[in-house]
């Protein structure tokens, strides 16, 4: 499925601001009310794009997020991989390095370690690593790479995204065991409305509606864009493991989550204490990147690429042919 440049900026609209009106995207980006509503419902339908809410595991009481590096024996890989992707507590599952290791982010309960338990137990696991989630950086670059050479410009940006309310990070907002119905609705579609998820949740549109204002604006829950990065023209996806002196942590973490490449940075437990997943056109877009801008970032004292062959699972949608596979 081509998709032309309206479709890109429809995504990188989106990317931006998952819960944009249609009739604003179509204003910013000039176009009909009509075209976007009915190009992303084809994009949705196609598997290109789901836009969904996600919970800050920091936010979940009694939950850690943590990045799972498993070395398999040869030929055990897909089939490791694909019960590790119909796994309620994964939430992406991929094959790299030449089929040898498996990448997996999984929610952990601190009171059942589960996967971290179970495991480096498995017959077919050689070597097993855990990561555990300490810091997102959010940047520009992570909703860039979607609309790669159609993205928004900076007054488009400013336009679509007016009026919009400030994240604030307040920390005494958690997600409750009340919220779970809601977070399961926007977990299946992220722009579902305030009667659907009235409906869904047992509340008023009213309540629904303030509830969702409270998590988002105070950073508790927060909205993504999954996408096929295939169908945006990218070929070459690779997790990239950093080692960075600690006194640069914190600024090579913002300056990588600015990339246009990046799509995902955060600093990590381990011998690595910085990882990203890096998307490009092919490969010599990637040897390009890693030896200009990573080049330039300060404090970084080692990284390993890891070149991602096939993705199992992305943001909880399991993928067939390189698409997220519709909902039944």
Known sequence: MALDRVDQQILHALHLSARAPFARIATVIGVSEQTVARRYQRLRSAGVVRVLARADPARLPGKSSWTL???CRPGSAPVLAGALAR???TSWVGIGAGGAEITCQALVDEQNSGLLHHLPRASNVLTFSAHQLLHRFAGRGEADWV???NELDDAQRAALLEGATAVSEDRGVQ?????TRLLEALAHDGR????????????TQR????RVTTLTAAGAVYFDLDVASSAVGIHTVANLWFTVAPAHLAEAGARLADHTELAYAAAVTGRANLMASVMCRDAAALYHYLTTKV????????VETVPLLTRVKQTHFLLRDGRLRPEP
């Open 69 to 71: 590096r498993i070395g």
């Open 87 to 89: 796994r309620d507590d």
């Open 147 to 149: 609309a790669p050479g």
């Open 175 to 179: 997600v409750e065991d009340s919220d």
């Open 192 to 203: 579902a409305g305030w009667a659907a998820l009235a409906s869904a949740t047992g509340w």
């Open 207 to 210: 309540q629904a509606a303030q």
């Open 295 to 302: 080049a330039d970032v300060p404090g970084v004292q080692s």
